[in-house]
């Protein structure tokens, strides 16, 4: 597929602020919810009534969602290291790898790439372990689906690049503020999350994760921000606010970000299929190594934990 033609399928499949056109014509929430494993472990009372958090969506969901974004990142970002578009002079250049950036490319911008690469399988390492999984094997989904060509252009690759990170953006700040409504709501009204075995989180719990959620989305935002860089973009921090691309949910509803990356978990015209496994086995070939882990914890008084 050519330039051109991937241009128009970003553009018609994957629009920058609204992912929804296509992944309606695959069934809304009943096609994002066949990737999804099982019944997730839910609060305790489904009762809405005066609660914060009215999307319905749990910890557990939201984790889950998160993990299938970052597996997706993470094949995205292995393939565009491998692909010929790493030969773009703006990459490594003509004849060049991700380990060998010629005379004639940009080093700094392949580690770019690089680094993102291995902050997504960080991320995904995370949210793995919140869901109660050990191996990446056990995933959500394997399999992901990316207009043919992706890999191919420059163009083409930092257009897709964009429309990804926007939707990730806009779930990690939805993640934010929903879970910081579920801390009102087990704090105020007693309706508890509860983690992959069924223990209830304290809502110390959920304010911490609101704050991780945050500190992800601001990683997201610098991705977004250099893949710009490298499109030559300008000005490449372009927004004042991050925004939420049109979504309104992370996990439940028609305008969850479950929805809006359902274009890239089934196979379609136009679509070619890339492994995570195969990704994440040779991640550490193409990578380089990011800092840090996520946010400490902040130290309450002790009658701050208590389960209310």
Sequence with gaps: MDQ???????????????????????????????????TPVRADSDDRGDLDNLSGDTAQEIFTAALIAEDLASTFYYNGLIGPVIMDPNLAGPGGSANNVTSAGNMGNVQYFQAALSEEIAHANLLRALIGKTSSSTDPVQTFYFPTGTFDTLAAFTGVLDALENAFIGAYLLATIEFAQMAVDAKGYGHRQRDASGKAYKTTDLEYFAQVAASIMGVESEHRVLGRVVSNTNPANNLNYEQTDGLTSVYNGKKSAVVALTPFLAPGPGLTAYSLQTALANAGTVSIAAQGGPPTPPVYPKDRDHDW
């Design 4 to 38: 051109k033609n991937i241009a128009g399928l970003v553009e018609s499949s994957l629009p920058r602020r609204s992912f929804m056109t296509r992944a309606g014509m695959m069934g809304l929430t009943a096609a994002a919810a066949a990737f999804l494993p099982g």
